[in-house]
Nanobody, 118 residues
Framework: QVQLAESGGGLVQAGGSLRLSCTASGRTDTIIVMGWHRQAPGKERESVASINLMGDTTYYAPSVTGRVAISTNNAKNTLYLELNSLKPDDAAVYYC???????????WGQGTQVAVSS
């Protein structure tokens, strides 16, 4: 089992930046892929960014490309998401996820709220 805990959300003005963190514990040696997803009120959950821990390849959703960066620490048990040039449309609950197969997320965190004021 893997446990995930997000932090770093908050209220920021449009154009501002935030850095989200996700700490993984438990059987972190089984994790191959980690990612960030978000869900805004009334909308479906969507993938924001992901990273394959085997080769550090990354994916970014078109809506955030150029404004966000996903990374891990050297131990690969903490996931980060740097959010820049935030827009009101970026407001959502951001969830960290991890999986033991590429493209399949088995473990989810509780989420951290990001609010953007215009």
């Amino acid at each position: 089992q893997v446990q995930l805990a997000e932090s770093g959300g908050g209220l920021v003005q449009a154009g501002g930046s935030l850095r989200l963190s996700c700490t993984a514990s438990g059987r972190t040696d089984t994790i191959i892929v980690m990612g960030w997803h978000r869900q805004a009120p009334g909308k479906e959950r969507e993938s924001v960014a992901s990273i394959n821990l085997m080769g550090d390849t990354t994916y970014y959703a078109p809506s955030v490309t150029g404004r966000v960066a996903i990374s891990t620490n050297n131990a690969k048990n903490t996931l980060y998401l740097e959010l820049n040039s935030l827009k009101p449309d970026d407001a959502a609950v951001y969830y960290c996820a991890a999986g033991d197969n590429p493209g399949r997320y088995t473990y989810w965190g509780q989420g951290t709220q990001v609010a953007v004021s215009s």
